[in-house]
């Protein structure tokens, strides 16, 4: 757990599920794909996220109230003479409290997570409408590099 005096950063219970899962549906993008109404599929996922060691989702708590949340995962690989990736996903941070520097305290906490976590490289991925959110992490020092891709799976 990570704690400064207005922010504490600790790893995610079931219990936060419906306030992650506000999050993730509290903008544009989200209130398309993600629903309060039924946590079933959330609690199955949140199970086999805090069974893997390479998992780490957290959230972040100001004055008792959860005010973000992020994913970190370890990917171990060969390439970059046998790296380990770290991806940071699914941050958000609650409406009324973007703009406030808890984002920039939320990827930091992220980076130092993962260089303590054996990390070689850290990397994100940020859908392409998200112009805003590219330039944060612009400032904070991650390279636009890459072109990402996405399929969807049926069920």
């Not at 970059?80 to 941070?93: F, H, K, L, P, Q």
């Not at 920039?104 to 859908?127: C, K, M, P």
């Not at 330039?135 to 891709?149: D, N, T, V």
Request: aromatic share 4%.
């Amino acid at each position: 757990m990570t704690e400064t005096a207005v922010l504490t950063i600790r790893r995610a219970t079931e219990a936060d599920l419906p306030a992650i899962v506000g999050l993730l549906a509290d903008d544009p993008l989200g209130a398309t794909r993600e629903t309060l109404d039924d946590l079933t599929p959330y609690r199955t996922a949140f199970a086999r996220i805090d069974g893997d060691p390479h998992q780490h989702l957290v959230v972040a708590e100001r004055a008792g109230r959860t005010v973000g949340t992020l994913q970190l995962t370890l990917v171990p690989g060969l390439s970059r003479t046998g790296s380990t990736r770290a991806i940071i996903e699914a941050v958000r941070v609650r409406a009324d409290d973007r703009g406030s520097g808890l984002g920039t305290e939320l990827i930091r906490w992220a980076v130092e997570r993962a260089r303590e976590l054996g990390a070689d490289l850290v990397q994100l991925t940020s859908d392409a409408t998200r112009t805003d959110a590219h330039r944060f992490y612009e400032r904070l020092g991650f390279a636009p590099s890459h072109l990402g891709f996405k399929m969807t799976l049926p069920n």
